[in-house]
Nanobody, 122 residues
């Protein structure tokens, strides 16, 4: 089992930046593909970005390409999401999740954090 705890959310003006972190404990962090997801009120949870076990492959949703960067530090058991040029439409609760397989489908992720709120004001 893996426990995930997100941090780094907050309120930021449009055009600003935030860096989310996800601290993992439990089973070996490097055994899991990791992903960032978000869910806005009234909307389904959607993938933002995902990263393979050793960071060799990444995936980004079209809406965040060129603005967000996912990374991981397996030595520190931590996943990151650097978010630049934030827009009001990025406002959502952001979750990190771990998967035993490489996938960007939320239902195929095995473990989830509690989420952190990101609010972008216009």
């Amino acid at each position: 089992q893996v426990q995930l705890v997100e941090s780094g959310g907050g309120l930021v003006q449009a055009g600003g930046s935030l860096r989310l972190s996800c601290a993992a404990s439990g089973r070996t962090f490097s055994s899991y593909a990791m992903g960032w997801f978000r869910q806005a009120p009234g909307k389904e949870r959607e993938v933002v970005a995902a990263i393979r076990l050793y960071g060799t492959t990444t995936y980004y949703a079209d809406s965040v390409k060129g603005r967000f960067t996912i990374s991981r530090d397996n030595a520190k058991n931590t996943l990151y999401l650097q978010m630049n040029s934030l827009k009001p439409e990025d406002t959502a609760v952001y979750y990190c999740a771990a998967s035993m397989i490489w996938t960007v489908t939320p239902s195929q992720y095995n473990y989830w954090g509690q989420g952190t709120q990101v609010t972008v004001s216009s």
